[in-house]
């Protein structure tokens, strides 16, 4: 089971991947609403994976990424995104994501990014998808 933080600047897409997160057998440790809510929980909690929005006030997606990155280099990050830009796109894997996710984003499209980051675990390593 993952430990996921969740970070959206919207309550209802942080609904919807919560629950998402939830069916598949994870646990959603924090939730924050802008990329500086997102570092300060990062920090405290220390989760396993993190969905990030790009697109927030006070600190965009991009910036946090740079920032969680510079104390935590193990965490995976997915991109949600509804910019649909190459560059955009590119620059958070670039600054550090794993993936990403264009919105409207599905329980299937979150499944498969999960599995993209996670597939190297061995098969005695499965049970920690829970799938």
Not at 9 to 27: F, P, Q, R, T, W
Not at 111 to 128: F, G, P, Q
């Amino acid at each position: 089971m993952l430990k996921v933080l969740v970070v959206d600047d919207s309550i209802l897409m942080i609904n919807n991947i919560k629950a998402y997160v939830e069916s598949l057998g994870h646990s959603v440790v924090g939730e924050a609403l802008n990329g500086t809510d997102a570092v300060k929980l990062c920090l405290e909690l220390k989760p396993d994976l993190i969905t990030m929005d790009i697109t927030m006030p006070d600190m965009d997606g991009i910036s946090a990424i740079k920032k969680i990155k510079e104390f935590d280099k193990e965490v995976n990050i997915i991109v949600l995104t509804s910019h649909s830009q190459e560059e955009i796109v590119m620059n958070s894997l670039k600054v550090g994501a794993k993936g990403y996710i264009l919105k409207p984003v599905s329980k299937e499209n979150l499944k498969d990014a999960i599995s993209n980051i996670y597939d190297e675990y061995s098969e005695d390593d499965e049970h920690l998808l829970d799938y």
